[in-house]
């Protein structure tokens, strides 16, 4: 009976150590692999981290680049005399290529979307990161009065050098430039370059209260802007195309600086698209206001600017 109960111990302590020495071998041998794992993910991460502040200082990169192309297509049109035939594609032309036109814009130099690559491959070196891209499209265009929309598509590719990981993704990149601060194109060329105007968004609406002109007085006294779907938007005036947009925007002309610059002065309503076109309606003195300013009240200009009961 002892004997039996001693051969049993034998073999369960037996037993027992297999199935230690079996776990030790298993967690031996599988160490290698789960850390390899952990290698790995932690890589990805990296990767991917990576990939978004990428993104992201390309959004910054297009902001900075589309700034630049603006003022390159103004410079065009005071260096030319002309307005651009299609303001798209002229500033998605300076983005890629830093031409107008064929004409090399200067203020691109360093700045064309494809030229960020130095930089790219010098913030992925330090990371032991391969990075390629291509731009396949760049699209400018306007969804509010105030900002110029851009889409960048490009085909991003990133390998580790390792060989541990590798991204390969189309991404969109999106900026917006406000256009606060440009040069209106209109007052560039209908003054011969003579009188510019920074388009700058006005602070002194209701324009009137009562008989109280004075917020309109210094608006236009600054020439500022006012969002008007009767209007043409920024791309249009660089294009000096004076047809009515959902984006539009318009000032008033400041008769006297343009008199000052010995520009001639035409007896019409001031609203700028109208004043600088040839189109001539009816238009109205104001009580209060100097002689030269008029209004016409095609899209409703005199209840928009507060004078429909101060007709002279």
């Known amino acids: 009976m002892g004997l039996k109960i001693k051969n049993k111990r034998g073999m369960f302590f037996t037993i027992l150590t297999i199935a230690m020495l079996s776990l030790f071998f298993i967690a031996y041998f599988s160490y ?10 932690d890589r990805i991460k990296t ?22 192309a603006v003022l390159s297509a103004e410079n ?20 890629i290529n830093g031409t107008i036109s064929n004409e090399n814009m200067s203020l691109m130099e360093g700045y064309k979307l494809e030229e960020w690559s130095s930089r790219v ?28 929309n851009v889409n960048m598509r490009i085909e991003l590719f990133i390998k580790d050098k390792s060989n541990l990981a590798l991204w390969n993704k189309t991404s969109l990149i999106n900026s917006k430039v406000e256009i606060i601060g440009f040069e209106d194109p209109l007052y560039l060329i209908k003054t011969e370059g003579r009188v510019t105007n920074k388009i700058n968004k006005t602070i002194y609406e209701p324009f009137t209260e009562g008989s109280n002109i004075s917020n309109l007085s210094a608006h236009v006294f600054d020439s500022l802007y006012i969002a008007s779907a009767s209007a043409p938007s920024f791309l249009n005036r660089l294009e000096g195309n004076l047809s009515p947009d959902i984006n539009g925007i318009e000032s008033l002309v400041y008769l006297p600086e343009l008199s000052s610059q010995k520009v001639s002065i035409e007896d019409k309503s001031i ?15 104001i009580h209060g206001m100097p002689s030269w300013f008029k209004l016409d009240n095609e899209s409703a200009h005199l209840e928009m600017y507060g004078v429909s009961n101060l007709t002279e």
């Open 271 to 285: 609203i700028d698209y109208i004043y600088f076109s040839t189109n001539n309606p009816a238009s109205y003195n």
């Open 121 to 148: 491959s010098n913030s992925s070196e330090k990371m032991n990161l391969l990075v390629n891209y291509t731009v396949l499209d760049v699209q400018v265009n306007q969804e509010d009065p105030w900002n110029l």
């Open 32 to 41: 290698p692999a789960i850390e390899d794992r952990s290698a790995i993910d």
């Open 47 to 68: 990767m991917n981290n990576f990939v978004f502040s990428l993104e992201e200082d390309m959004s910054r990169q297009v902001y900075i680049s589309t700034y630049r």
């Open 76 to 95: 065009y049109i005071t260096t030319n005399g002309s307005f651009i035939p299609n303001s798209q594609t002229a500033i998605e032309e300076a983005l």
